[in-house]
């Protein structure tokens, strides 16, 4: 008996320490979390889209709050906050942006069809989950228009996937959509409750709750104090720089082009863009930051370097970058120059655009200008290869000058860390996929959420290993779908447009008539045109 006992014991003890060792990792993993930055990417519809802009509603959408488009279907919306907690998997995000759809555009101005959906928030409790968000819509009949706030707008297939355990990013990919009744009701009766939707793929920051700062020792009190003292010495040497006209900080927002950001990465380009030197991706906007030069507020003048680099590679030979950005204002007009290298040559301060910059003078500390109007120069067509004629419409300008050191720049759209999980798929699964769709663990989206706990699962098959191994020594033995490459089925074609005549409903669309506003596949535009 003794020599059996023993080995028990021995195990017993075993299990004791290794999940005591366990214990403090899943309590503190438990931790409830804030959502602070991310993406989420979802189309909408994407026959809708093909039906707005093709021959039947002749219509077009654009972008708001600062959305972006990823390739030639999705939108993105951007600045995730909310909470997570993975204990119990409840999640709650709330994103930026938004998309109007207008079309069939009526002889006496307006359109018949006239959709806004906007602040997009993804809610998870319970493994049910539903996306809600806010709905501005034009009856089909009607006209009658109705403002929803945060309808339940998409219910998410989360059949396969758990939300427990997971750390930061988390993320979600290719996740099933479906309309509701409020959301069909919202959607202005295009279509039924059932309706499959595009698919929904986020990934988002989260950080646990502040702890509480140690007061400091006073030897780093007098520290500061120092740091304090120094500062207030350099601050006459800092009023005499902006006396003469130096500023404190600067950034310059600009988007290029948004239908040659989708052809770089559609199904012809088959590329993407590299930032580099500082230069930010706010989604439907490059950040070019840490300006420095030179500002007169009086004369509403401005002569401005900036951090940061953009090269767009892709297919067909497609590599263009643009740095050393420059940016000069006189007279109420702005040029926008850069450094381009293509082809393998260089050319130096290249005018790229031009802009209207109208009462640029400082407020609350910040010269700014919100999305100017911004048309291609001579230099600047060439720089593109001719992809456009001189004139055309480029993304707008935004520019911030900061005269005040207490001043802020704006803030740009949080996308979150990037992904390093593979592209967002398109299409939706009906049943749950053979591995969890989720990824949640430090490592980034693409591994499963049981990396938050697997470390502690074999730690636990460990010991019971050893507690069996031990067990049989003094014991007998004893014995012991989906297809996701259908797409959504085509909604009811009595409740699209016009019901009496089925070739205005929406699944109607011929895609390959989609206009330049939703399809990137083939060009960035017509040659030569706007």
């Not at 359109?111 to 034009?138: C, F, Q, W, Y």
């Not at 228009?145 to 707008?153: N, Y």
């Not at 935004?398 to 704006?410: G, M």
């Not at 990824?439 to 502690?456: C, L």
Request: aromatic fraction near 6%; charged fraction near 20%; hydrophobic fraction near 40%.
């Amino acid at each position: 008996m003794p020599s059996s006992r023993a080995p028990r014991a021995l195990a017993v003890a075993l299990l004791a320490v290794l999940l005591g060792a366990l214990l403090p990792a899943v309590t503190a993993q438990a931790a409830s979390r804030t959502v602070q930055g991310g993406r989420l990417d979802w189309g909408i519809k994407a026959s809708f889209q093909s039906y707005v802009t093709g021959p039947i509603a002749k219509g077009s959408w654009s972008l708001t709050g600062g959305a972006a488009t990823v390739g030639g279907s999705q939108f993105r919306f951007h600045s995730a906050t909310g909470s997570y907690d993975p204990d119990t998997g409840a999640f709650s995000s709330a994103f930026s942006g938004g998309v109007r759809f207008t079309g069939h555009a009526k002889a006496g101005g307006g359109n018949e069809l006239d959709l806004t959906i906007s602040r997009p928030a993804i809610r998870i409790s319970g493994g049910s989950g539903m996306l809600h968000a806010d709905v501005v819509s034009k009856e089909r009949g009607t006209g009658k228009v109705s403002s929803r706030s945060q309808v339940p707008l998409a219910r998410l297939g989360l059949a396969g996937i758990t939300m427990r355990g997971g750390s930061t990013p988390v993320a979600l990919t290719g996740v099933p959509t479906t309309l509701t009744a409020e959301g069909a009701s919202a959607f202005a009766g295009y279509y039924t409750e059932g309706t499959p939707l595009d698919p929904v793929s986020l990934s988002v920051d989260t950080e646990g709750a502040a702890e509480p700062k140690p007061s400091a020792p006073d030897k780093e009190k007098s520290a500061g104090e120092r740091k304090g003292e120094a500062e207030r010495k350099n601050e006459a040497e800092r009023k005499d720089e902006r006396k003469a006209g130096r500023f404190e900080d600067a950034a310059v927002d600009w988007g290029v082009r948004r239908t040659f950001r989708e052809y770089v990465t559609g199904s012809v380009g088959q590329g993407t863009w590299t930032l580099s030197d500082g230069a930010q991706d706010g989604g439907a906007l490059f950040r070019f930051p840490r300006g420095r030069g030179t500002y007169d507020a009086e004369k509403g003048t401005l002569d401005a370097e900036f951090s940061g680099s953009i090269r767009f590679t892709g297919a067909h030979g497609l590599d263009l970058t643009f740095a050393a950005v420059t940016v000069t204002v006189t007279t109420g007009e702005g040029i926008l120059s850069a450094d381009v290298t293509s082809g393998g040559r260089t050319a130096k301060s290249v005018p790229i655009v031009t802009f209207e910059a109208e009462d640029f003078v400082p407020k609350n500390g910040l010269a700014a200008l919100t999305e100017a109007p911004a048309a291609l120069t001579a230099e600047g067509s060439e720089a593109f290869g001719s992809m456009y004629r001189a004139g055309t419409a480029m993304d707008p300008i935004s520019l911030s000058v900061t005269v005040d050191e207490k001043a802020q720049l704006p803030a740009l759209p949080d996308l979150g860390s990037e992904p390093t999980a593979a592209e967002p798929t398109e299409k939706a699964t009906d049943e749950p996929s053979p591995a969890p769709a989720a990824a949640s663990s430090g490592s980034g989206p693409g591994v499963g959420t049981w990396a938050a706990v697997g470390g502690g699962a074999l730690l636990l098959l460990g010991a019971a290993a050893a507690f069996l191994a031990l067990r049989r020594r003094s014991a007998p033995s004893t014995p012991e779908a989906a297809d996701a490459s259908r797409a959504p089925e085509a909604a009811d074609a009595s409740r699209a447009p016009e019901a009496a005549d089925a070739s205005r409903a929406p699944e109607a669309a011929d895609a390959s008539t989609v206009t330049d506003s939703a399809d990137a596949s083939t060009a960035p535009d017509s040659p030569r045109t706007s």
